[in-house]
C-alpha cells in the first residue's frame, strides 16, 4: 500500500505519459500548480481516469492475479484506488509498474519566469512566442 505525505492531495491527474513514465499530478487545487506527483516508471499495466478527486489506496490484493496473468509475473509495484471521476459511481485505479517514486515540489502549469529551487513547469508548458 501507498503512503503519501502530508497534504492536501484531492485533485489528480494525468500530467504526462509515454512508454516508459506515468506521472500523476495531485495538489488542493491543481488549476495552476500541483505539488506532489506520483512517478511511476516502466509501467506495464494501467487503468486510469485522466482526471479524478479524492482517491482512496487500497491493497491491492484482488488484482495481483488478473496483473500477473496478464504481463507473466508479479510487478514490483501494484498501486490500486478508487476516486470520483465524475461519473454516477466510483471510478477504479490501478497501476502497476517497475518502480514508483514520489515527488514533492511546486509543478507551474502555465509559463512562469524565475522559478524558485524546487519549482518547475509542467512538461507541456512552453514560453511565449
Request: one cysteine or more.
Amino acid at each position: 500500500m501507498i503512503e503519501l505525505p502530508e497534504g492536501s492531495w484531492w485533485d489528480w491527474d494525468i500530467v504526462a505519459w509515454d512508454s516508459g513514465r506515468l506521472r500523476l499530478g495531485a495538489g488542493h487545487d491543481i488549476s495552476y500548480a500541483h505539488r506532489l506527483e506520483l512517478v511511476f516508471s516502466d509501467p506495464v499495466f494501467v487503468t486510469c481516469p485522466a482526471a479524478f478527486q479524492d482517491p482512496v489506496f487500497r491493497a491491492p490484493t484482488p488484482e495481483v492475479r488478473l496483473v500477473a496473468r496478464q504481463i507473466g509475473e508479479t510487478p514490483p509495484v501494484l498501486i490500486a484506488f478508487e476516486a470520483d471521476a465524475g461519473g454516477p459511481s466510483l471510478a477504479s485505479g490501478l497501476v502497476a509498474a517497475g518502480q514508483l517514486d514520489i515527488v514533492l515540489g511546486t509543478v507551474f502549469r502555465y509559463w512562469r519566469e524565475n522559478l524558485a529551487v524546487g519549482e518547475r513547469l509542467a512538461p507541456w508548458v512552453k514560453p511565449p512566442v
